[in-house]
């Protein structure tokens, strides 16, 4: 119990530490790319939280107004259990399921059903548009983390991911399997719609679901897109990095930096690439990033064969 | 073992809920809380215009299709969870089976495709 509670309280500052990093990150990237607005990366994110803080929340005429209260927290809520799977170093794993990689796999649509939540709840169009946009799109996406995910747990024998960490003492599954990380970093960008991969809260669709949420509604949401992203990327960092193995330094230095490093790589992305067309996307993920993961399973199978 | 595993993800689980809705704050639908904007203010915005018609309006969902594929693909998951911890034990025999499978599947993306599934409509 008291093992549950330490465990559950590093989470929750894991969580709050990895909201911030995103945001430094995110404007330290926006400077040196030279983009206009980013600010000082380090007290600009606190200056955009407080004035989300003190700004009047929006309502529309007729909302769902229970849903449109509870979208932004249930996705915050089902990040931080994403989060929660990541196995920090040997002995520091907040939740070691055996079902890891399905857990994981459940919380993906989880989310895609948040996301249409919050776009519904509103009773507006656009963010009603930026709920089916996303719906269709994720679609087409999750399925390709999913076979990844099975592609690294053949080696491991498990679906725990403390498991797949060990099976990589040898050889990072990086090498093993090329095809699994950048596969499933296009999906992590896809399910917090961060960058190209911003389908449900594009400018295009003045804001998508959120476009008529403001104040701290707003800044839960920015926030759980944020843990997913840390999610995504210290998941990344255990299923295709070797996790906690490294020479010299303890294995949690070694996690911690490998995760920095993929989440750096996403925000440089999200900075870099403008947003795909969705139109052509959906017909990418189908008949090239699905096939692909295939690809990326049967190469995962053959290596794995003794 | 695998039961204080599942504590903690649900104390996880529940203390991130409770943050998360305080953070938020109170719905100000509820008028005792806070008087909410004006009429005006709280129609839905469209770029200045204002809307004819309900947000929940009937819709025609164009995905439909690729729902029923992403279900196909889903339940195979299943038995792929089980696969992958067995795969290395049953060898070569369980990749061909899998890959059967697959390739089963696959017809049906591009049926999918030659119908025009995946197009955007």
């Known amino acids: ?306 | 073992m695998e039961l204080t595993e599942l504590l903690t993800l649900l104390i996880i689980g529940l203390l991130t809920f409770a943050v998360g809705l305080w953070l938020s704050g109170r719905p100000i639908t509820k008028p005792q809380y806070r008087a909410a904007p004006p009429w005006p203010q709280r129609a839905p915005f469209l770029g200045g215009g204002s809307p004819e018609n309900h947000a929940w309006n009937r819709f025609h969902a164009r995905y439909y299709p690729m729902t029923l594929l992403l279900i196909a693909f889903e339940m195979e998951m299943m038995f792929m969870y089980p696969w992958a911890v067995v795969y290395v034990a049953e060898g070569m025999k369980a990749l061909v089976e899998m890959g059967m499978f697959l390739a089963i599947l696959s017809v049906g993306i591009i049926y999918g495709w030659r119908e025009g599934a995946f197009k955007w409509q």
């Open chain 1, 1 to 306: 119990m008291t093992a549950s509670l330490t465990n559950a309280l590093l989470v929750m500052a894991i969580l709050a530490i990895g909201v911030y990093l995103v945001a430094i990150i995110n404007r330290a990237w926006a400077n040196a790319l030279g983009h206009s607005g980013a600010g000082n990366p380090f007290t600009a994110p606190f200056y955009s939280a407080a004035s989300l803080w003190v700004a009047p929340a929006n309502t529309t005429e007729a909302p769902d107004a229970m849903a449109w209260h509870l979208a932004p927290v249930l996705y915050l809520t089902l990040a931080a259990m994403g989060l929660a799977l990541v196995p920090w170093s040997q002995n520091l794993v907040p939740v070691d399921l055996t079902t890891g990689i399905v857990l994981w796999g459940a919380l993906e649509p989880l989310a895609t059903v948040v996301i249409f939540l919050h776009g519904w709840s509103a009773n507006a169009h656009l963010s009603m548009l930026g709920a089916y946009r996303y719906v269709s799109l994720g679609l087409s996406y999750l399925l390709v983390s999913m076979f990844v995910l099975i592609g690294v747990a053949l080696p491991a024998e498990s679906l725990q991911f403390s498991a797949v960490v060990e099976s990589q003492a040898g050889l990072w599954n990086v090498i093993r399997q090329p095809l699994g990380l950048p596969l499933f970093l296009l999906v992590g960008l896809g399910i917090s719609f961060w960058g190209p991969l911003n389908f449900a809260d594009s400018n295009d669709l003045a804001g998508g679901t959120s476009s008529e949420s403001s104040g701290r509604a707003r800044l839960v949401w920015q926030a759980g897109r944020a843990v997913m992203l840390v999610a995504f990327s210290a998941i990344g960092a255990t299923a295709f990095l070797g996790g906690w193995l490294g020479p010299v330094l303890p294995g949690f230095v070694w996690m911690i930096l490998k995760t920095m490093v993929v989440l750096a790589m996403a925000l440089l992305l999200g900075q870099l690439i403008p947003r795909f067309s969705p139109d052509r996307f959906l017909t990418i993920a189908w008949v090239l990033l699905l096939p692909l993961a295939f690809v990326d399973l049967v190469w995962a199978g053959l290596e794995a064969l003794p």
